[in-house]
C-alpha cells in the first residue's frame, strides 16, 4: 500500500530563496529503516537530508525532538545547515517544541539546541534566524603546511604561518587551514582521492580552508569578514555549519578571533549559492596546579534559514 510522507525544502545560512545551502526534512512516522531513509536521501540528491521522528512530549522536552541526517552516502553523527534548517522548520510548524525561544534536537552526537530571535510581530514568517550552539572543540593533529599545499592546489606562502593547519572536531572532524587572505580561495583545486585517503588516516573527514578579506561597509568596522570553501568528491558545500564551529573554535583558541567576538564568514561565492555565517566562541582561562589553562567553549553558528517548497514523498 502506498505512503505518503509530508517533506520541506529550505535554504540555510541565507535569507534569500535559491541561495544559501538547500536541506531536505522529511517528517518520519517512526515506520522508517536506516535503508529507506539512505534511499530517500539518494532520492533528493542534496549534500544531506534530515529525518524527523516525533516522540512523547516529555522525552521531547527532556532529551529534544529526535533528528537523523544523512548525506547521499552516509549517516552523520552531526552536520551543521541541517541542525540550523531543521530547527528553524519546527518552530515553525510545531511551536510544542519551542521552550524559551530555544528548540533542542536529539542528534546522534547528542542534543544540540538551536535558540532564535524573538519576532513579536509574526513568530511564523520567514526567514527565521537562528543560533546553534555546538559541542565544545576536541583539537587533534597540525598538519604539515606542504603536503596540505600538495593536495589543495595552494602553496605554502598562502597559508598563515601564524596559525596552524590543524584537525578541530565539535561533531564532524575537518582540517581547518587558515589562509593569509581570502584572495587564495579561487585556486584552491582540492586533489579529492588523496585529500581523503590522507584525512581519514588523521580522523578528519575534509579540508575547511578560510582566509580574511575587506568587510563590507554594512557589517560595520568592528565585525571581521572572512571566506571560506569546502569542497568534496562530487562538488563543493555552499554553507558548512559544523566545520564554522571548528574553525571558530580555532581561530579563538590562536587568537586571531576575540573570546565571544563575532565573525563574519561568507561561503558558497565560487558557486553562486552565497551564504552567511556568523560565528562566535569564547575562551575561558583559568588557573590550576600547572598554571593558567586555556578552554575553547561555547562555540556558537548562526544565520538565517528560509523555506522554499514543501510536498509529499510517495513511498510503496
Known amino acids: 500500500m502506498e505512503r505518503a510522507l509530508d517533506y520541506f525544502v529550505l535554504d540555510v545560512f541565507t535569507a534569500t530563496r535559491l541561495q544559501g545551502n538547500p536541506l531536505a526534512v522529511v517528517l ?3 515506520t522508517l529503516t536506516t535503508e529507506l531513509m539512505q534511499a530517500i536521501a539518494r532520492e533528493t540528491n542534496l549534500s544531506e537530508t534530515t529525518f524527523i521522528e516525533r516522540r512523547l512530549p516529555e522525552i521531547e522536552q527532556r532529551e529534544g525532538v529526535r533528528v537523523r541526517i544523512f548525506t547521499t552516502e552516509e549517516e552523520l553523527p552531526f552536520a551543521g545547515h541541517p541542525t540550523l534548517g531543521t530547527a528553524s522548520l519546527l518552530r515553525t510548524i510545531a511551536p510544542e517544541c519551542v521552550i524559551r525561544n530555544s528548540v533542542t534536537l536529539a542528534l546522534n552526537v547528542g542534543p544540540v539546541t538551536v535558540r ?9 514568517a ?13 583539537f587533534g593533529e597540525a598538519l604539515d603546511p606542504k603536503e596540505v599545499a600538495e593536495l589543495t592546489g595552494l602553496t605554502v606562502e598562502d597559508f598563515d604561518p601564524d596559525q596552524p593547519i590543524q584537525i578541530v572536531s565539535t561533531g564532524t572532524a575537518f582540517a ?4 593569509c587572505s581570502a584572495n587564495a580561495l579561487a585556486r584552491l583545486r582540492v586533489r579529492q582521492d588523496e585529500a581523503t585517503a590522507y584525512l581519514r588516516a588523521r580522523g578528519a573527514r ?3 580552508v578560510l582566509g580574511p ?11 571581521p569578514s572572512w571566506r571560506a570553501r569546502m569542497q ?10 559544523s566545520a564554522a564551529g571548528c574553525a571558530i573554535s580555532h581561530l579563538v583558541r590562536c587568537g586571531t578571533v576575540a573570546s565571544n567576538e563575532t565573525l563574519h564568514v561568507r561561503q558558497g561565492v565560487e558557486i553562486k549559492r552565497p551564504s552567511d555565517l556568523y560565528l562566535a566562541a569564547c575562551l575561558d582561562q583559568n588557573r590550576d596546579l600547572s598554571g593558567f589553562t586555556s578552554k575553547v567553549t561555547n562555540v556558537r553558528v548562526g544565520g538565517s534559514t528560509i523555506l522554499v517548497a514543501k510536498g509529499q514523498l510517495f513511498l510503496p
Not at 578579506?213 to 565585525?223: M, N, T, Y
Open 28 to 30: 518520519n512516522p517512526g
Open 116 to 124: 532564535f530571535e524573538p519576532n513579536s510581530e509574526d513568530a511564523l
Open 126 to 138: 520567514w526567514p527565521v534566524q537562528g543560533e546553534m550552539t555546538q559541542r565544545d572543540p576536541e
Open 176 to 179: 581547518i587551514a587558515p589562509l
Open 206 to 208: 575534509w579540508f575547511y
Open 213 to 223: 578579506e575587506q568587510s563590507p561597509a554594512s557589517a560595520g568596522p568592528s565585525q
Open 232 to 241: 568534496f568528491n562530487g562538488g563543493e558545500d555552499p554553507a558548512t555549519g
